[in-house]
């Protein structure tokens, strides 16, 4: 078993509908992200999966949520975009594209900050 970690990054503003901190009012962060990706076997030549093809993809989804108001966005229209939410929001996200027989995305890690991040991954 081999596990693939590609990391990116993002800036973008939101804010948090009903609670009680400053957080209720529009702020923005610069995200990190990263996506772990579980993979079986390796091929003829060695690879589990191309890391160019897993960079596209990640980043057409950066590339939706890159200097926008999150709380505009689709998603997150009746879900606050917490970190939790968008860490959930990539997973789903990423795993259409690149879950396959030999390889699935374990985990979706996203920082806020330098110190603070959360990783959201399913079937624990």
């Not at 980043?59 to 949520?65: F, H, R, V």
């Not at 966005?73 to 009746?78: G, I, R």
């Not at 929001?89 to 259409?96: D, L, P, V």
């Given at each position: ?89 990539i997973y789903k ?32």
């Amino acid at each position: 078993m081999y596990k693939l970690n590609v990391t990116s990054h993002f800036s973008a503003a939101h804010k948090l509908v009903g609670y009680n901190g400053p957080c209720r009012n529009i702020h923005g962060h610069n995200w990190k992200v990263r996506i772990g990706i579980l993979c079986k076997n390796s091929d003829e030549i060695g690879l589990t999966i191309d890391f160019g093809i897993v960079k596209a993809e990640l980043a057409k989804i950066m590339n939706k949520l890159d200097h926008t108001m999150l709380n505009e966005l689709e998603y997150f229209n009746k879900t606050n975009p917490t970190s939790e939410n968008i860490s959930k929001f990539i997973y789903k996200e990423i795993s259409k594209t690149l879950n396959n027989d030999n390889c699935c995305v374990a985990d979706v890690e996203v920082w806020e900050s330098e110190k603070s991040s959360i990783t959201y991954f399913e079937n624990a």
